[in-house]
Structure formats: C-alpha cells, structure tokens
C-alpha cells in the first residue's frame, strides 16, 4: 500500500506560525526532505481543519501523486474533520492527477456561504506584470481595496531574512500609494527534495498559501498576473499544455474548492492574460509612471539588478523604448556586462554564419520573443545613441546597436497590442466580470494610454523559432 497521510498541524497564535504534518509510505520518496512544512504570517489569519485540508490536497498530494505517478496513493486525514470528498475531487480536477484516492462521508453538505467583502487580493511579486496589475486595480478599484499578498521563499533557508528585507522596500512603496499588503514567508521551497518538485504546484501554491488570509477578510477577487505570450498552444503532441494551471478554464476547480471549503465564493482574476510584456512596460512608463521606479524584476540577493540576466536586458530595452530612467547605468552595462557581451558576441557570429534562426536565448524569455522585439522597434536610435554613446564606454552603442539592428526588420504587431478576445475568453470562464465594469474601465485607460487595441480570435507568435498560436474562439 502506498498511504499519504495528513497527521496534524500546530497554529502558534503569538508567532502566527503554522507547521503542517504528515507522513508518507517509504516507497513515496524522493518528493520532501522533511515530512513537515512551515508558514509563517505577519497578520492575524483563520486557520482551522477545512483550510489545512485545503493547503494539503492543493500543495502536498499533487508533489507526491505527480512524482510517483505510476503508483496508486490512498490519501488520509487524522484530523478531527474530514476533508471533503468534492473539494479533494476539484483539486484532482485542477492537477489533472488521477492516482489518488479518498474516501469521505462527507460529499455534498457545504459550509454556509460568507458573505463576501469588497477586497481585493493580488498575489504579488513586483514584476512589470503584477505591478502594472497592481496600479490598475488600484485606479479601477481604488489602492484601499486592494491587499497584496507576497510569498517569500527560497531554496536555501538562510536567505528568507535577507530576501524579505529586500521585499520589504517594494511593499513599503506600494503603502505609501495606499496599498496594504500582507507577507507569508514559506519554507516549503526548502523543503522540497529539488526545484522540479517545488514547481508542481503552480498558482495553487499561493492560493493555498494565502487562504488563512483571504478567508479571514472575504476577499471577493484573487488576481495574479502572468501575461499572455505564456498561454500558447502545445508546441508538439508529446508536450504539456504550457501554463495549463493558470489557464481559466482550469483555475474554476481552484474557485470551486474554496467554496465547498470554506463557504466563500470568491473569483480568480487575471489583469495580465491579455496584455503581453510590451503592453505591460507601455502602461507602466506612460499611465503610471510614478510606479515605474518600482519594478523589482531580477530577484537576486546582491542586489535590485544583477546586470547578467534576461530580466536585466529586458528592462534595458524597455527603459531606451520608452525613454525612461533606469536604475542601473546604462552605458556601463551595455560595456561591462558579460551578459551583453556575449550576446553581441553570439549575434554578431550568427550573422557572419548566416545562421536561420531568429532566437538567441539571451536575448529574451523564448515565448517573450516577439514583444521584445516589438520593444527593440520602438527604440528612437538617436535616442539610444545619445544615452549610450560615451568615450568612457566606447563598447556600450556598439553592443547594443549590434543586437537592436538583427530584430529591427522584423514586425509582431499584434505583440505590441491588447487582445481583446483573451480578456472576454477569461472572463466567460471565470464569471468575474458578469456586467463588464471592469472591462469597460480597461478598455478606457488602454485607449487613454494610445495602446492599440485587436479583436483576433487566433494569434501567432514565436518560441524557440517554433510558430505557436494562441487561440480564442
């Protein structure tokens, strides 16, 4: 038999400190270092068995069904109440994990309905993506109504204080525009056997995570930002749909377990699903500005910016597109940066090669390639040449001029363009626009903001030189 069982789990109230324990058959291994994980909330939050069910069945069991799927794992719970049988058969339902099973008396009774708040919570992490969410919620909504819930983790536990400190300076900006936010700092990253693991879970682990919060307050919106180059078509019919987990259809489960969980009818938004990168830095330099200096991209402890990542480059593009300052210097980093460098390098060597393909992987995310190009397109070169060109760093317009010039003839127009579709596709799904407030509102500050605005039910993009689409009949 191969059994995983939910133990106990312990609520320090003075720490508001949460362990959760369980144990698992010996042949189940390779999944946890520890049978235990910890979370740790700086407000006061509701815990009690249903919650705990819910965090269990939506973190833990899919690690362990997804990592042994070729056994069958019978799943049980020594708390007081049972889980129920409707909440555990939608958390299946959204992981798509069919070697686990349970058996509980209780399938259709439900918790009486909590009447629900006017918050908001947005699962935050200080990219363009949730920010620019973040600042148009706040105009939509207005900046009380929203709680920004930050997960703070790492693979190595010895890094969660320092890592929270740097945190701590992006969610003290956001409090001073009217934001409340709230940190869980988890270990759950640590204790996870390695980083395939610890992505199992997708989206459901903030959920999950965050649920003593937005239970307590009776959130009626949980919004999450990832944008929508990431929700194309299977690349080939051996690979997995990308962002299956956050894609509306299949988030419903996740809404359907809190419900039969806990009572609450809360729905999943996400701002960003029909806006690419392009779109995203767009609003951010020219509707809001006054948050642009509070992008928090390249999560690295040295510092804000590393200066040797894709995230690095990225922001670079979108600082010289737009005409925005840029925390780092940027002549120093288009002729210091190895990073840069190299792909000068590696650019200049595929053109001498004739080399066919468009993607160097450098150069951007792989299924961002088309927005960022859209971006290096709307670089004014005397511009650039003006801000990067220096006796001083006699290297950083030539590096740079070196990797614009290879992707200024190409055009992805519909990358640098809201899809409308997306946006009604997400909110069919999801029913959380049911009388298009927030959809008008949308539509207004994007026509405000000069960003055009295409109703594609197909779209093609790139990944990898590999042609996706992304299709929204």
Request: glycine share 4%.
């Amino acid at each position: 038999m191969k059994n995983l069982t939910l133990e106990s789990y312990f609520y320090n109230e003075i720490q508001r400190e949460l362990s959760i324990n369980w144990t698992a058959s010996d042949c189940l291994e390779g999944v946890f270092k520890e049978e235990k994980i910890t979370l740790k909330y700086e407000r006061e939050v509701l815990i009690d068995d249903a919650i705990i069910h819910f965090i269990f069945a939506s973190v833990v069991i899919p690690c362990y069904a997804i990592i042994h799927k070729n056994y069958n794992i019978s799943i049980y719970s020594n708390l007081h109440s049972p889980i129920h049988e409707n909440v555990f058969k939608e958390i299946c339902l959204y992981h798509n994990i069919k070697n686990v099973t349970y058996k509980s008396n209780v399938t259709n009774d439900r918790p009486a309905m909590i009447p629900v708040s006017d918050k908001v919570g947005l699962f935050y992490g200080g990219g363009k993506d949730s920010l620019v969410s973040a600042a148009i919620q706040g105009e939509i909504f207005g900046e009380e109504k929203i709680n920004l819930l930050r997960l703070v983790w790492d693979e190595d536990i010895n890094n969660l204080e320092k890592k929270s400190k740097i945190i701590n300076e992006s969610l003290e900006f956001m409090s001073d525009k009217g934001f409340s936010s709230a940190k869980v700092i988890s270990d759950f990253h640590f204790k996870v056997i390695n980083r395939s693991v610890g992505k199992i879970p997708g989206l459901a682990l903030y959920s999950a995570f965050m649920a003593p919060i937005f239970v307590k307050e009776n959130y009626r919106l949980l919004s999450f930002g990832y944008d929508s180059t990431e929700f194309h078509n299977s690349v080939s019919k051996n690979r997995a749909i990308p962002f299956r987990n956050s894609r509306p259809n299949i988030i419903s489960h996740l809404s359907n377990a809190i419900f039969m969980s806990t009572g609450l009818a809360i729905n999943f938004k996400n701002f960003n699903y029909s806006m690419t990168p392009y779109v995203a830095f767009k609003l951010l330099s020219c509707r809001y500005n006054n948050y642009y200096s509070n992008l928090y991209m390249c999560e690295r402890l040295a510092g804000k910016w590393c200066l040797k990542c894709r995230k690095c480059i990225t922001y670079a593009f979108a600082c010289l597109a737009n005409k925005q300052p840029c925390d780092f210097n940027l002549k120093y980093f288009f002729e210091k940066s190895k990073y840069v460098n190299d792909l000068a390098l590696e650019t200049v060597g595929n053109s001498v090669n004739n080399l066919n393909g468009l993607h160097i992987d450098k150069f951007s995310h792989p299924k961002h390639f088309c927005a960022t190009v859209e971006l290096v397109n709307d670089i004014d070169l005397d511009y650039a040449k003006k801000e990067l060109l220096d006796l001083q760093y006699p290297r950083a317009y030539y590096n740079f001029i070196v990797i614009a010039l290879r992707y200024r003839h190409l055009k992805y127009e519909d990358h640098s363009s809201f899809w409308l579709a997306a946006y009604e596709q997400e909110s069919q799904h999801l029913n959380n626009d049911p009388n298009n407030e927030i959809k008008n509102s949308l539509l207004n500050i994007l026509k405000e903001s000069n960003i055009k605005i295409i109703e594609n039910k197909k779209i093609t993009g790139l990944n990898r030189d590999v042609e996706v689409y992304y299709d929204y009949n």
